[in-house]
């Protein structure tokens, strides 16, 4: 299923959801613990993986969210600014690589028991920034990517607190270029992260 087609699926299941639910908006921010994939050098159009993947670091992430409940089923999408950081041996030294991002998961959840509830969907991925310290920047494949981010939240009146898996779907590279123009870094920008989430609503649902 491409973006589009998903993207409308999605539309239309939130439809149902907005004629029958209860609504409602709140704020949330969030740290976490983020990898990315390989990094490979490239000489002369010779390709060898000089790092099979990166060293984790921390993210953190601002953002708001809507949430519209039916029952014990919600849909919660939200807007979030994200910045992760991860770190690779490059030239005999660690740099880091970090990333600044839009992201917009559309959740679907449902409460399990009391406060419990397990949430799945997908994230759609605005690529801001790319850096990996010491190189120049040259093009990245998609500016915007597909993730998916799943986990499990507990909510006390208008606070809550989650924990979620977020793993890139779409293959997406960054190109870098050293200072000798021979060479050129590629690295796969596809995050993986664990994220720890608190949240505060405003107004709706329960």
Known sequence: MNIRNLT??????SIGFLANAQSGFGIKAGIGYNTNGELKEFFNETGTIIDEKGKGKSSYNVGVFGKFTLGPVYVRPELV???TTSEY???SQYVDYKVAKLDMPVLIG???IGPLSLF???SFQYYLENDLEGLEYESIKNEFSVGVNLGASL????FGIDVRYERGLSQNEVDFLDVDPDYMYRLDSRPEQIIFN???RFSGGE
Do not use: R
């Not at 409308?8 to 299941?13: E, G, P, S, V």
């Open 8 to 13: 409308l699926t999605i539309a239309l299941i």
């Open 81 to 83: 600014y994200t910045k």
């Open 89 to 91: 041996m490059l030239n």
């Open 110 to 112: 449902v409460k399990v």
């Open 120 to 122: 799945a969907g997908p």
């Open 155 to 158: 909510e006390f009146g208008k």
């Open 198 to 200: 608190l949240s505060y």
